[in-house]
T-cell receptor, first 111, second 116 residues
Framework: EDKVVQSPLSLVVHEGDTVTLNCSYE??????LLWYKQEKKAPTFLFML????IEKKSGRLSSILDKKELFSILNITATQTGDSAVYLC???????????FGQGTRLTINP | GAVVSQHPSRVICKSGTSVKIECRSL??????MFWYRQFPKQSLMLMAT?????????EQGVEKDKFLINHASLTLSTLTVTSAHPEDSSFYIC????????????FGQGTRLTVV
């Protein structure tokens, strides 16, 4: 059975800290791994990763995929209170349109 | 990026009534759309995959007679919660991916359903 596991499930840090969120997966016919940020409504897209070892970066956020060890990390540096959200990891499979989601990591940034 | 519009964003209905939620892809054709349910502080739970012109594929444990899905055109899928009960109260989200393209899934804004 396909599985996506995120850790930690919950994280509370102070503004300015750096955080690393983890996502490991076990899926057949892996195609891509996606990160989303969800605040109060629908998830917004952050990154899509398909190749190992290539870091994707957007401002203070970055992510990398390790297809050998079957995991990805999402880094957020110099965190701000606006980064508080649930971060979702999802995996897409070849030949399938639907995504398999992890449980999410609830990140809280305290001022 | 592509836009998916979901309507309504919030609805309150009485027990026993039915509620229809619409999901539209505004600038691309979506032969496949997905319907999720999300309980407070939990992740997205896939309910069903909506296929244009054919029957939806429901995930295990989801009642197809309770959650009716219609995908009559390449840009519109609807989810109807029939004979709603308070336990159906939840956040419902649709998403779509551009067919055949290596892209992310685009999500609608979500619908918060409250059954009283």
């Amino acid at each position: 059975e396909d599985k996506v596991v995120q850790s930690p499930l919950s994280l509370v840090v102070h503004e300015g800290d750096t955080v690393t969120l983890n996502c490991s997966y076990e899926v057949t016919n892996f195609r891509s791994l996606l990160w989303y940020k969800q605040e109060k409504k629908a998830p917004t897209f952050l990154f899509m990763l398909t190749s190992s070892g290539i870091e994707k970066k957007s401002g203070r956020l970055s992510s990398i995929l390790d297809k050998k060890e079957l995991f990805s990390i999402l880094n957020i540096t110099a965190t701000q209170t606006g980064d508080s959200a649930v971060y979702l990891c999802a995996v897409g499979r070849r030949g399938a349109q639907k995504l398999v989601f992890g449980q999410g990591t609830r990140l809280t940034i305290n001022p | 990026g592509a836009v998916v519009s979901q309507h309504p964003s919030r609805v309150i209905c009485k027990s026993g009534t039915s509620v229809k939620i619409e999901c539209r892809s505004l600038d691309f054709q979506a032969t496949t759309m997905f319907w999720y349910r999300q309980f407070p502080k939990q992740s997205l739970m896939l309910m069903a995959t909506s296929n244009e012109g054919s029957k939806a594929t429901y995930e295990q444990g989801v009642e197809k007679d309770k959650f009716l899905i219609n995908h009559a055109s390449l840009t519109l899928s609807t989810l109807t919660v029939t004979s709603a009960h308070p336990e159906d109260s939840s956040f419902y989200i649709c998403s779509a991916r551009v067919q055949g393209a290596e892209t992310e899934a685009f999500f609608g804004q979500g619908t918060r359903l409250t059954v009283v």
